[in-house]
Nanobody, 124 residues
């Protein structure tokens, strides 16, 4: 059974930083990819970033490039998302998600497993 447990969300002022963490179990990244998705109020879910299990390639949505950084500690099966220069538009529920459908899952439907999510709220 795949389990993904996120932590690290909170309330931060615009321009601030947060680091999200996701501890995974039951998932072998070599089978696909793991990343972060978010859903803002009244909007659809979007892929923010992922790491490919095939070659370690990372992906970032255009809206977060240069501000967010994804990383992974294989020894502890922990995925991180460092978020800098946060903007009110980054306010959303951030979920850790894993895919065994694709090594480069840039679309939300390509993900098989989801965590409960952690809320990030950026005040202006």
């Amino acid at each position: 059974e795949v389990q993904l447990v996120e932590s690290g969300g909170g309330l931060v002022q615009a321009g601030g930083s947060l680091r999200l963490s996701c501890v995974s179990s039951g998932f072998n990244i070599a089978d696909g990819a793991i990343g972060w998705l978010r859903q803002a109020p009244g909007k659809g879910r979007e892929v923010v970033s992922f790491i490919s299990g095939r070659d370690g390639v990372t992906y970032y949505a255009d809206s977060v490039k240069g501000r967010f950084a994804i990383s992974r500690d294989g020894a502890t099966n922990t995925l991180y998302l460092r978020m800098n220069s946060l903007e009110p538009e980054d306010t959303a529920l951030y979920s850790c998600a894993a895919s065994i459908r694709s090594y480069y899952p840039s679309q939300t439907y390509e993900y098989n497993y989801w965590g409960q999510g952690t809320q990030v709220t950026v005040s202006s």
